[in-house]
């Protein structure tokens, strides 16, 4: 088996705007199973990126440990890149944010990885609205130690060795919310339609916007009676909604019957355009998200789409009042302060 990555494109690939080429967007060869729901996720935010032309050395793609934390070797090769330690994400990604806010982030973990050994950094993330996009690929077991249940799992849900999971499994996007998340959303590895247009909006969006996709291990949890296997998932989808990502430059041009559909607008213009598929269904009531998620629960149904969004909160630069300029950039003059200056602080405080 050869793990040389082939060097030939489809000729009639076209650059985007930047010039770039999807190519430049991609990684190295992956090594995961065949028919691993991460590679589906991973060539999502391969189009996610070049639809938005994003220069790729403006990206920071950070990730734990896991079969998840492997992926970002796979795309985006040409992207500053931090792989941590099993759970340790959200601490090198707020570092990182706080010290060059400049830059896109991308956390990329797994259900194991967020919420297990990082749950107590993780919900922390969440409720300091650090501005980053963080993309679950949840498939509710741990496919690096031979398929045990991960915290996500549902309960009464069989692994490949039959055994029926007797916990109660963590909904990271009912914790999400609850912790004040601006931007929750749900997706399936294999619906690639509504998940790209969901990576859009929240690399656009201005605070911490989480997406729970379910990714199925073909190898670990893909059998009858697992509520993480393909089948399984396809049966039981409820959709909020359709999903469409309308850049800021592009004309918005609607022609549907009144009440059909939302627009969410974030904050450089851009939309994402829901069409309702639940009846009365508003990503902005906070309650009616939680409701929701509840309900498809009990159903054994999983809630896709965008569950929730607040395009109003402050993220984490703005409550602590910090420097525009990466640190990287400031001169020794303006890191250390004039002794006059720390003799007023020190006052200011007796």
Same mark, same amino acid.
Request: aromatic content about 6%.
């Given at each position: 088996?050869? @793990?040389?990555?082939?060097?030939?494109?489809?000729?009639?690939?076209?650059?985007?705007? =930047?010039?770039?080429?999807?190519?430049?967007?991609?990684?190295?060869?992956?090594?995961?199973?065949?028919?691993?729901?991460?590679?589906?996720?991973?060539?999502?935010?391969?189009?996610?990126?070049?639809? *938005?032309?994003?220069?790729?050395?403006?990206?920071?793609?950070?990730?734990?440990?896991?079969?998840?934390?492997?992926?970002?070797?796979y795309f985006l090769g040409n992207s500053h890149g931090f792989n941590s330690v099993h759970g340790r994400m959200p601490s090198v990604?707020?570092?990182?944010? *706080?010290?060059?806010?400049?830059?896109?982030?991308?956390?990329?973990?797994?259900?194991?990885? #967020?919420?297990?050994i990082g749950m107590g950094q993780f919900v922390h993330l969440v409720r300091r609205n650090l501005n980053m996009t963080y993309i679950?690929?949840?498939?509710?077991?741990?496919? =690096?130690?031979?398929?045990?249940?991960?915290?996500?799992?549902?309960?009464?849900?069989?692994?490949?060795?039959?055994?029926?999971?007797? @916990?109660?499994?963590?909904?990271?996007?009912?914790?999400?919310?609850?912790?004040?998340?601006? @931007?929750?959303?749900?997706?399936?590895?294999?619906?690639? #339609?509504?998940?790209?247009?969901?990576?859009?909006?929240?690399?656009?969006?201005?605070?911490?916007?989480?997406?729970?996709?379910?990714?199925?291990?073909? #190898? @670990?949890?893909?059998?009858p009676g697992s509520t993480k296997s393909y089948d399984y998932v396809r049966q039981h989808l409820e959709a909020t909604a359709t999903?469409?990502?309308?850049?800021?430059?592009?004309?918005?041009?609607?022609?549907?019957?009144?009440?059909?559909?939302?627009?969410?607008?974030?904050?450089?213009?851009?939309?994402?355009?829901?069409?309702?598929?639940?009846?009365?269904?508003?990503?902005?009531?906070?309650?009616?998200?939680?409701?929701? =998620?509840?309900?498809?629960?009990?159903?054994?149904?999983?809630? #896709?789409?965008?569950?929730?969004?607040?395009?109003?909160?402050?993220?984490?630069?703005?409550?602590?009042?910090?420097?525009?300029?990466?640190?990287?950039?400031?001169?020794?003059?303006?890191?250390?302060?004039?002794?006059?200056?720390?003799?007023?602080?020190?006052?200011?405080?007796?």
């Amino acid at each position: 088996m050869s @793990f040389i990555k082939p060097n030939f494109r489809h000729p009639g690939h076209k650059p985007n705007a =930047l010039g770039f080429l999807p190519s430049d967007y991609e990684g190295l060869l992956s090594t995961l199973c065949a028919g691993c729901g991460h590679d589906s996720i991973g060539a999502g935010i391969i189009q996610a990126c070049f639809e *938005l032309n994003i220069e790729p050395h403006r990206l920071a793609k950070l990730s734990g440990i896991g079969c998840s934390s492997k992926t970002p070797a796979y795309f985006l090769g040409n992207s500053h890149g931090f792989n941590s330690v099993h759970g340790r994400m959200p601490s090198v990604a707020t570092g990182a944010n *706080l010290a060059n806010r400049d830059l896109i982030y991308l956390g990329v973990s797994g259900d194991g990885d #967020t919420a297990s050994i990082g749950m107590g950094q993780f919900v922390h993330l969440v409720r300091r609205n650090l501005n980053m996009t963080y993309i679950v690929m949840n498939n509710g077991c741990y496919g =690096l130690t031979k398929g045990q249940d991960s915290a996500t799992a549902d309960k009464g849900s069989k692994s490949k060795s039959g055994n029926a999971n007797v @916990f109660q499994n963590i909904d990271l996007a009912g914790l999400a919310i609850e912790l004040g998340a601006g @931007f929750v959303a749900r997706s399936f590895s294999g619906d690639k #339609t509504q998940l790209v247009p969901l990576i859009k909006a929240a690399l656009n969006h201005p605070g911490f916007a989480l997406i729970d996709v379910i990714s199925p291990c073909v #190898t @670990f949890n893909n059998n009858p009676g697992s509520t993480k296997s393909y089948d399984y998932v396809r049966q039981h989808l409820e959709a909020t909604a359709t999903v469409d990502f309308v850049p800021p430059a592009d004309v918005i041009e609607v022609n549907y019957e009144d009440g059909a559909e939302v627009d969410v607008t974030m904050h450089n213009g851009s939309q994402l355009r829901l069409r309702k598929l639940q009846p009365g269904w508003n990503p902005y009531q906070k309650d009616a998200a939680v409701r929701a =998620l509840h309900e498809a629960s009990t159903a054994g149904e999983v809630l #896709t789409g965008l569950i929730y969004v607040n395009e109003v909160q402050e993220d984490l630069h703005v409550m602590l009042n910090t420097c525009e300029r990466p640190l990287n950039q400031l001169t020794e003059r303006e890191l250390l302060p004039p002794l006059q200056a720390l003799d007023a602080i020190n006052a200011s405080l007796r």
